[in-house]
Structure formats: C-alpha cells, structure tokens
C-alpha cells in the first residue's frame, strides 16, 4: 500500500511540475506581437528569409530559441538555421528569459 501511495504522488508531483514548466500562451502572443511578428508574420506564417514558425511543436520552438541564445551553432545549422539567420535572430534571443521562450514555444505551438 505505501509503494502504491509512493508511486501515486510521484505521478502528481510530475504532472504538477510539468503543468509549471509550461509556458503561458497568452504572455507568449503578447511577446511574439512585438517582437517576432515583423519578420515571422502575423500568424508566424513566414516571409521572405524568415521561416515558417505555425505548426512546429512548442518543444522544437523552444530547443530553437535555446539554441539561439546559446550561439550553439552545430543545432542550428542542422535546422538550415544559420548564417545570415544566427545574425539575425541571436540578438533577439539573447534578451529571453527562459519563461519568455516557454511562453513564446506555447504560443506559436497554437498556430497551425
């Protein structure tokens, strides 16, 4: 009986930490308006050189902007990320606090 009570509230525990680690999908509308849709597009449809960000996975969002902020090249590059794109984006990345980029991550993972 203690295994199974053990076993129940490290279950919740994880779920609880998870649901915290999740970004705010409205702080991450607010922050994608002013900063990322002049290049993304409204919907983060894409244009020009700028890539398509609707539909990519709040975790891939994430690992991206990480990325970014790390200047961890070797990620990047295997996304076609790179080049005049690193120049572009890291500056823009460097001043996200990790809650910025869970909130940003959970609201392009909304658009489609």
Do not use: W
Request: with cysteine; hydrophobic share 50%.
């Amino acid at each position: 009986m203690k295994k199974m009570t053990m076993m129940i509230l490290a279950a919740g525990f994880m779920a609880s930490s998870a649901a915290m680690a999740a970004g705010d999908a409205a702080a991450g509308k607010t922050l994608y308006d002013a900063s990322c849709a002049s290049c993304h597009g409204m919907q983060a449809q894409g244009q020009g050189m700028f890539p398509k960000l609707a539909g990519m996975a709040a975790a891939d969002t994430k690992s991206t902007l990480v990325a970014f902020k790390a200047g961890d090249m070797a990620t990047l590059n295997k996304r076609n990320l790179g080049g005049a794109n690193y120049a572009i984006m890291a500056p823009n990345a460097a001043g996200l606090s990790e809650q910025d980029m869970d909130n940003l991550a959970a609201y392009v993972a909304t658009l489609k």
